[in-house]
């Protein structure tokens, strides 16, 4: 069974940063590229970062990029997102994905990140 | 780049047919595949059609998707209507000037 278990969200202030982890298992996670989508309260769902197996194709959303930064470590099954410079509108709920060629097959349970003062 | 809209949202009643748009900007609906997500109320989303009109295991085949290079969109039809499938709808493509994932904005489907 294919299960994705994120961490590491919180309450952070404005311009200070947080690491993201996410838990892989029940597939091999060195075969397939991996993603972090995220959906603000009420709101859509929106692409944050895309990583390819071998970390060799990264891709931001133009909203993330410079700030964010995706990585992977295929000895330990894990996915990472580290975010700097937080600002309120990164308030989401943050899913960690597994890809299937263009798209995601299955999704984490998310955490929350809550950028405020 | 390019956006994919679809309609806020659509209702029908328990056993009817409903089908949601998604409607592609620029470039071809046909140059990279379409998926569709599930997402219940308070629920991470589930994949419900993948690469156009797949259907993973576990989806019942009331809920088939197509695409239709004429008006560049791409659809999902859930036929035999359920409560159960009442939910936030999410289309997706992928777009390979940058390698990014788009999402279509979500259609919310009320079945009453």
């Known amino acids: 069974e294919v299960q994705l278990v994120e961490s590491g969200g919180g309450l952070v202030q404005p311009g200070r940063s947080l690491r993201l982890s996410c838990a892989a298992s029940?597939?091999?996670?060195?075969?397939?590229?991996m993603h972090w989508v995220r959906q603000a309260p009420g709101k859509g769902l929106e692409w944050v970062s895309g990583?390819?197996?071998?970390?060799?194709?990264?891709g931001y959303a133009d909203s993330v990029k410079g700030r964010f930064t995706i990585s992977r470590d295929n000895a330990k099954n894990s996915l990472y997102l580290q975010m700097n410079s937080l600002r309120a509108e990164d308030t989401a709920l943050y899913y960690c994905?597994?890809?299937?060629?263009?798209?995601?097959?299955?999704w984490g349970q998310g955490t929350l990140v809550t950028v405020s003062s | 780049n390019f956006m994919l809209t679809q309609p806020h949202s659509v209702s029908e009643s328990p056993g009817k047919t409903v089908t949601i748009s998604c409607t592609r900007s620029?470039?071809?609906?046909?140059?990279?595949?379409v998926q569709w997500y599930q997402q219940r109320p308070g629920s991470s989303p589930t994949t419900v059609i993948y690469?156009?009109?797949?259907?993973p295991s576990g989806v019942p085949d009331r809920f088939s998707g197509s695409i239709d290079s004429s008006s560049n969109s791409a659809s999902l039809t859930i036929s035999g209507l359920k409560t159960e499938d009442e939910a936030d709808y999410y289309c997706?493509?992928?777009?390979?000037?940058?390698?990014?994932?788009?999402f279509g904005g979500g259609t919310k489907l009320t079945v009453l």
């Open positions: 994905a597994k890809a299937l060629v263009q798209g995601v097959d299955y």
């Open positions: 029940g597939f091999t996670f060195d075969d397939y590229a």
């Open positions: 990583i390819s197996w071998n970390s060799g194709s990264i």
């Open positions: 620029s470039g071809s609906i046909a140059s990279n595949y």
């Open positions: 690469e156009d009109n797949q259907r």
């Open positions: 997706q493509s992928y777009d390979s000037s940058n390698q990014g994932v788009v």
